[in-house]
């Protein structure tokens, strides 16, 4: 099946984020969870489900935002990744997509991870690298809500003040992938109305005026010659897997 095939129809109305996520599938593909599991910034569970292609359920997922209910998830919770609540060495695993970059207090995020992480436990997460904000005025950054910028060098102190060893990074989504998504993503934010295009097409009557078959079959050969199927040097997100000691 064509990676895409998880994201279009339904997010058809937003296609820069269907960009950016599947080229991420690629990303966490070869990943094998050691349970117990837990994921920071799930959501509902709706984007994690396409995303992630794990044989076996995560334990908990957790989100600022109020828990939905998916297969991929045992168990999601309304936490704050500043306080999580759990015990002391809980996981064996924690992941985390596209999230800390958003956690204002990330430094601490980052020791409540060292905290519930058993030893030998891995913390895989995906973040942009300073590389992305220079392709990003500061009207979308502020749309995005990017807080943090952090280089794999600022990322590995980070992690070992937190007895956290930098076992491997990878780098994803490079320029010509980027400059894409920007485009999309201006398209999809454009203000009608007082109100952003895809929100129109994805929740108002007019959003039933389009055909959506035609335009996911459109999409679906445009994306597919910019997804990012693989790791580059000059990529823009980082893909990191710490070990604890």
């Known amino acids: 099946m064509n990676i ?26 070869k990943i094998k969870l050691d349970s117990p599991s ?9 984007i994690s489900r396409r995303i992630f292609s794990f044989s076996a359920p ?15 998830y045992r168990q999601i919770l309304q936490a704050d990744a500043t306080k999580l609540p759990f015990n002391n060495s809980s996981f064996n695993t924690v992941i985390s997509n596209s999230t800390f970059e958003h956690i204002l207090a990330d430094v601490k995020a980052v020791s409540e991870v060292a905290r519930v992480l ?18 990003l005025t500061d009207p979308i950054n502020t749309r995005v809500a990017h807080l943090h910028y952090r280089s794999t060098s600022n990322w590995k102190n980070l992690l070992a003040k937190n007895n956290l060893v930098l076992a491997n990074v990878g780098y994803y989504f490079p320029p010509e992938s980027v400059l894409i998504w920007i ?13 952003e295009l895809w929100s129109y097409l994805k929740d ?26 693989g790791f580059s040097e000059d990529g823009t997100w ?6 604890k000691k």
């Open 118 to 135: 058993k030893p030998g436990g891995k913390f895989y997460l995906t973040v942009p690298t300073p590389r992305l904000r220079p392709f």
């Open 204 to 229: 108002s009557p007019y959003g039933k005026l389009f055909p959506v078959s035609f335009i996911s079959q459109v999409l679906k050969i445009y994306l597919s010659r910019y997804i990012a199927t």
């Open 4 to 29: 895409l095939d998880r994201f279009l129809p339904d997010l058809w109305y937003s296609p820069s984020d269907v960009l950016l996520r599947a080229s991420e599938v690629f990303i966490w593909q």
């Open 58 to 72: 995560i334990n908990v997922g957790i989100d600022l935002q109020k828990p939905g209910s998916s297969a991929l």
């Open 238 to 243: 980082q893909f990191i897997i710490a070990v």
């Open 38 to 46: 837990l994921d920071i910034g799930c959501g509902d569970g709706d």
């Open 183 to 195: 485009k999309l993503f201006k398209l999809a934010t454009a203000k009608v109305y007082h109100r």
